[in-house]
C-alpha cells in the first residue's frame, strides 16, 4: 500500500504553538530570541503534555543538552505527525547539581537520549526508570562532553591548534601530551585496587555480569541472562543486546552500546564549520552523502546562503542515490540475518558498486565523499556522470529491484520469518520517537521529504511509503517501495537538472557562522537525522549534537523483541538496519 | 631445539667422498626447480637437512597463504569496504581468503577494521587470544592504524598495535578494496618467509596471551599495573607544555 501524502492536512505552526502554549501557562514559560520555549523546571511534563495533547506535538524528535558556562540547558525538539517545523523547549538546570524531569513517562522515546546526556554531561533525570551510563561505561571518570572536561589528547579548546607548530614548524606529539604516552588519563589519586582483581585474566567478564545482575533484581532461576554481541555475525557491528531469556523466548532486552563511541561530538565541538564536513560521512557510512546534506543545509540555515539551482539538483541525485544503495544493502543484510546468507548480497553489491563509481567520479572517493559545502557542493558533475547515471536509472537499478523483489519477496521462508514477527503498533512508533521506514512501517506516513520539505524535494512527485502491517516483512516492503520511489525522483532531477553555479554566497576562507542556533533534519535511509547546532559566532560551533536516526530507532527494539525467540530479535535488528558509527557516533 | 632431549632428526653419515662431490654436484644445476626435477627423474632424492625443510616450507606456506581464513569481525566503515571486497567485483575469494569465520577458534587472520575504541578493545584482545596460532592481525585504515581522524577521541584507543601485534597496515580512510586486497598480499607474502623450523608455535611456551585490558576510570593496561598504581597521582603534564610553547604571532 502506497498511501498518499500529507498535504491534505495542515502542517503545524511552530510559532503560534509556542506563543500559545506561552500565554498558557502563564509566568513559568518565556519565550527567548530563536523563539524557543524556555521552562521552568518543575512544570517541563506539564508543558510538554500540554504540547502534546493540545496542539498535536506527538513526536519527541530530540532531546539533548548544550553545557553554557553558568547552565545546563536541556533541550527539546517536538514536531508533529501532521508535519511542519518544530517548536523548541528548553529547561535550565544548576551547574552543581543537574536535575531535570524525565519526560520517558510522557514519551518513551526519550529513554536512550536521556540516558546519553545523563552520560555525556551529567544531568540527572528524576523519574527515570534506568538512568545508567550508555555511551561509556559505568565507572569511567567524569562526563566527557562537559567544556571543563578536557581528554588526555587535550592540546585547545578550537581548532586550528596552535601548538601544532610552537616554533612555526609542524610538531606531532600527541603522545607527548598525556602521561602515558597514551590516550588514557587518570583522575588524581586514582586507586586501581578496588577494581582488579590479578587472579583473574578475565575480570571484565564479572564486571558486566554483576552490572547484568543488578539491572534485573528480580530475576528468577529459571531465566537465563544471555549477551549477544559486541562481536555476532548478526549484529551489524559492534551492538550487544543483553537478552534475558526463558528457554529460547525472550522475556527482556537491553540494548548495550557505545563500543563505535568515537567522540565524533566532543571532536566536532573543536573542529572548524567545514571542518566537520568529512566527520559527518563517518556517521551513518551507508549514508554519506546524506549525512553530509543534513550538515550543510543546517550551517546554511545559520549562514542564511542560498544554493544555486544545480547544486540543488545534484544533491538531491546524490542523496537519492545513497538511498538506493542504503536500502539495498540493508534489505540484503537482513536477508543475511534470517539465513539467506550472502547471496542477496552479492546481488545488491553488484549494483552499489555502480553507484559507488558514479561517487568515485565526481567525489573522489568511494565511501567517504566529502562532498557538499555550504552553499552548494565541491565539484560539478564529470561529463561521463550523466551518460551512466542515466543507464543505471533508466534500466539498470530498476530491473535489480524487480529482480530482487521477484526472488525474496514471495520466497516462503522469507514469509514465514518476516510476517507477524516484531510488530510495533502505530501509537507506540511515534511515542518511542522512531522514524524512517520503522515507522512507516508502522502506518504512518511521515517522511521529512513530505512533512518539511528541504531542498527541491516539494518539486517532484513521489509517494511516501507506508504499510499498516508494522512487522519485518512490512519494513523490508517500505525499503523496497522506497528503492523504486527514490529511482521515480532520479528520473525528474536527471531530466530537469540545469547548468549552472554549483556554489552559492561569498568566497571566503574562513566560515562565519552568526550567533544562533537551528535544528536541521533531513530524511536519510534509516529515519530523521537530526544536527542540532549552537554558533556563538565563533569558528566552530559551540554544541554540535546528532539525532540519530538509528540510535533513537533502537528504543523500541526490546518493545519488539519481548516474546519472541532469539532467533527471531536477530531478524528483528536486522530491519531496523542499524548503522553503529551512527548508533554511537 | 638445542634444550629437547631427542634430537628430531639424525644426520645423515655419508661417506666423505660422497660429501666432497656434493656441493659440486649441486652446482651444476640452474636452480632448486631443476635439481628437484633431477632428483624426482632418478627416483630418488639426496638432499640436505635444510633444503628438504626449504621444500617442506614451500608446500607448508602455500597451504597457509592460499587459505587464510578471515575473522568474520567488522569495526566500522572499513567493515564495508571489508564486505565489498569478499563480494563479486573484488572477490576476495580469488586469494582463498572469502570464508569468513564467525569463530574466532577457526579464523587465521583478524581484520581490525575500523576504530578501535576503549570500550571495544577488551573483546578484540579477548578474541586475539582465542585464535590459535597461526594467527596474523590486518591493521586496516587510519583508526586501527593509529587512531586515524579520531585519534583525539576520549574513546579511542590510538592504535591497535598497542594491544595486539600487527603483521600488515593497510593505510586509507578508508582502504579502498585494491587496498585491502594489496594488504593480502603483502601477507601471503609474508607467510611466504616463514619456516617450519623458526616459527614460534611450534615451540613451547612461545605462545602467550595478551592479558585483556581492564575498564576502569579509564582503560587499564594490565602489563602497565603497577606504572599506574604509582603514577595515578602524578600532576598531569596535559597542555602547559603546549601553552607555555610560544607561537608565532
Redesign the interface.
Known amino acids: 500500500m502506497i498511501a498518499s501524502d500529507l498535504k491534505a492536512m495542515t502542517p503545524v505552526m511552530p510559532a503560534d504553538i509556542a506563543a500559545k502554549a506561552a500565554a498558557r501557562m502563564g509566568d513559568a514559560v518565556t519565550m527567548d530570541e530563536d523563539g524557543a520555549l524556555v521552562v521552568e523546571a518543575a512544570k517541563l511534563p506539564a508543558l510538554v503534555r500540554l504540547l502534546r495533547d493540545e496542539h498535536h506535538l506527538n513526536y519527541l524528535s530530540n532531546l539533548t543538552c548544550v553545557d553554557w558556562p553558568d547552565r545546563f540547558e536541556t533541550v527539546y525538539h517536538l514536531c508533529s505527525m501532521q508535519g511542519g517545523g518544530q517548536v523548541t523547549v528548553k529547561v535550565a538546570a544548576d551547574k552543581a547539581r543537574p536535575i531535570v524531569p524525565s519526560l520517558t513517562s510522557i514519551f518513551p522515546g526519550a529513554d536512550l537520549q536521556e540516558r546519553e546526556v545523563w552520560d555525556m554531561y551529567g544531568v540527572r533525570f528524576a523519574g527515570h526508570p534506568n538512568l545508567r551510563r550508555i555511551?561509556?561505561?559505568e565507572?569511567?571518570?567524569g562526563h566527557?562532553m562537559r567544556k571543563d572536561w578536557?581528554?588526555?589528547?587535550?592540546?585547545?579548546d578550537q581548532k586550528p591548534l596552535?601548538?601544532r607548530?610552537?616554533?612555526?614548524e609542524f610538531f606531532f606529539g600527541?603522545?607527548?601530551?598525556?602521561?602515558?604516552a597514551?590516550?588514557?588519563?587518570?583522575?588524581?589519586?586514582?586507586?586501581?585496587?578496588g577494581?582488579?582483581d590479578?587472579g583473574r585474566?578475565?575480570?571484565?567478564i564479572a564486571?558486566i555480569d554483576a552490572a547484568a545482575l543488578k539491572l534485573n533484581p528480580d530475576i528468577q532461576g529459571d531465566h537465563v541472562i544471555v549477551n549477544m554481541g559486541?562481536?555476532h555475525?548478526s549484529t551489524h557491528?559492534?551492538f550487544q543486546m543483553r537478552l534475558t531469556l526463558d528457554g529460547e523466548t525472550v522475556m527482556d532486552l537491553q540494548p548495550v552500546m557505545?563500543?563505535?563511541?568515537?567522540?565524533?561530538e566532543?571532536?566536532g565541538e573543536?573542529n572548524l564549520w567545514l571542518g566537520n564536513m568529512?566527520?559527518t560521512d563517518?556517521l551513518d557510512?551507508?549514508a554519506q552523502l546524506g549525512n553530509e546534506w543534513g550538515y550543510a543545509l543546517t550551517v546554511e540555515k545559520m549562514m542564511e546562503v542560498a544554493v544555486p539551482e544545480r547544486a540543488e539538483y545534484i544533491r538531491v541525485i546524490m542523496a537519492e542515490l545513497t538511498r538506493v544503495q542504503s536500502h539495498m544493502w540493508g534489505i540484503t543484510f537482513l536477508l543475511n540475518d534470517i539465513g539467506a546468507f550472502?547471496t542477496p548480497?552479492?546481488y545488491a553489491?553488484?549494483e552499489?558498486?555502480l553507484i559507488l563509481d558514479l561517487f568515485e567520479m565526481t567525489t573522489g572517493s568511494?565511501?567517504?565523499c566529502n562532498y557538499m559545502r555550504f552553499g552548494g557542493v565541491a565539484y560539478d558533475l564529470p561529463p561521463e556522470f550523466m551518460p551512466m547515471a542515466r543507464t543505471l536509472v533508466y534500466d539498470r537499478l530498476e530491473k535489480a529491484v524487480d529482480e530482487m523483489d521477484s526472488y525474496l519477496t514471495n520466497n516462503e521462508i522469507v514469509r514465514e520469518r518476516m510476517q507477524g514477527v516484531g510488530i510495533l503498533p502505530p501509537e507506540m512508533a511515534i511515542s518511542y520517537s522512531t522514524s524512517g521506514p520503522v515507522l512507516r512501517a508502522s502506518g504512518v506516513p511521515y517522511d521529512v521529504r513530505r512533512a518539511e520539505p528541504y531542498g527541491i524535494y516539494d518539486r517532484f512527485d513521489w509517494d511516501v511509503v507506508t504499510r499498516p502491517e508494522g512487522d519485518i516483512f512490512a519494513r523490508y516492503m517500505v525499503r523496497l517501495g522506497e528503492i523504486r520511489e527514490s529511482l521515480k525522483i532520479l528520473k525528474q532531477a536527471l531530466a530537469q537538472i540545469p547548468e549552472g553555479p554549483i556554489m552559492g554566497g561569498k568566497k571566503a576562507w574562513q566560515i562565519r557562522v552568526p550567533a544562533g542556533q537551528h535544528y536541521g533534519r533531513v530524511e536519510n535511509p534509516r529515519g530523521e537525522l537530526g544536527f542540532y547546532l549552537v554558533s556563538t559566532g565563533e569558528s566552530n560551533p559551540y554544541r554540535y549534537h546528532v539525532r540519530s536516526p538509528c540510535f533513537v530507532n533502537l528504543t523500541a527494539l526490546a518493545e519488539m523483541s519481548k516474546g519472541h525467540k532469539v532467533a527471531d530479535v536477530v531478524a528483528i535488528l536486522g530491519s531496523i538496519d542499524i548503522v553503529?558509527?551512527e548508533v554511537d557516533r | 631445539m638445542s634444550d629437547s632431549k631427542m634430537p628430531l632428526y639424525r644426520t645423515p653419515t655419508l661417506d666423505p667422498d660422497v660429501m666432497e662431490t656434493w656441493s659440486s654436484y649441486v652446482a651444476r644445476f640452474e636452480n632448486d626447480a631443476d635439481f628437484i626435477q633431477q632428483q624426482v627423474e632418478q627416483g630418488v632424492m639426496v638432499t640436505t637437512f635444510d633444503r628438504l625443510v626449504g621444500m617442506l616450507d614451500q608446500v607448508y606456506n602455500w597451504g597457509r597463504r592460499s587459505s587464510i581464513w578471515p575473522l568474520g569481525f567488522g569495526l566500522a566503515c572499513c567493515a564495508i569496504e571489508m564486505i565489498s571486497t569478499a563480494a563479486g567485483r573484488y572477490d576476495i575469494d580469488r586469494f582463498g581468503a572469502g570464508l569468513f569465520r564467525a569463530s574466532p577458534r577457526q579464523a587465521d587472520l583478524m581484520i581490525v577494521s575500523g576504530t578501535v575504541t576503549k570500550k571495544m578493545v577488551p573483546q578484540i584482545v579477548r578474541l586475539w587470544n582465542q585464535m590459535p596460532e597461526p594467527r596474523y592481525c590486518m591493521s586496516m585504515g587510519a583508526c586501527a592504524t593509529g587512531g586515524g581522524p579520531f585519534k583525539e577521541g576520549y574513546n579511542v584507543v590510538s592504535g591497535i598495535d598497542k594491544y595486539v601485534p600487527v603483521d600488515v597496515y593497510v593505510p586509507g580512510c578508508p582502504p579502498t578494496p585494491q587496498a585491502l586486497l594489496h594488504g593480502l598480499i603483502m601477507l601471503q607474502r609474508k607467510i611466504d618467509g616463514q619456516s617450519i623450523k623458526d616459527v614460534s608455535w611450534y615451540r613451547r611456551g612461545a605462545v602467550e596471551e595478551i592479558p585483556v585490558p581492564i575498564l576502569g576510570a579509564d582503560l587499564i593496561d594490565l602489563r602497565r599495573l603497577p606504572q599506574i598504581r604509582g603514577g595515578a597521582a602524578a600532576p598531569e603534564p596535559v597542555a602547559e607544555a603546549a601553552e607555555a610553547a610560544p607561537v608565532e604571532a
Open positions: 555511551l561509556m561505561w565507572g569511567f571518570a566527557p578536557r581528554e588526555a589528547y587535550y592540546e585547545q596552535k601548538s607548530w610552537p616554533n612555526g600527541e603522545d607527548t601530551l598525556s602521561n602515558w597514551d590516550n588514557i588519563k587518570y583522575p588524581t589519586g586514582y586507586a586501581a585496587e577494581l582488579i590479578e585474566a578475565d575480570n571484565n564486571v559486541p562481536q555475525p557491528g559492534v557505545g563500543y563505535m563511541h568515537r567522540n565524533h566532543k571532536i573543536r568529512p566527520f563517518r557510512y551507508l550472502f548480497m552479492m553489491i553488484e552499489r558498486e568511494r565511501l567517504m553503529l558509527g
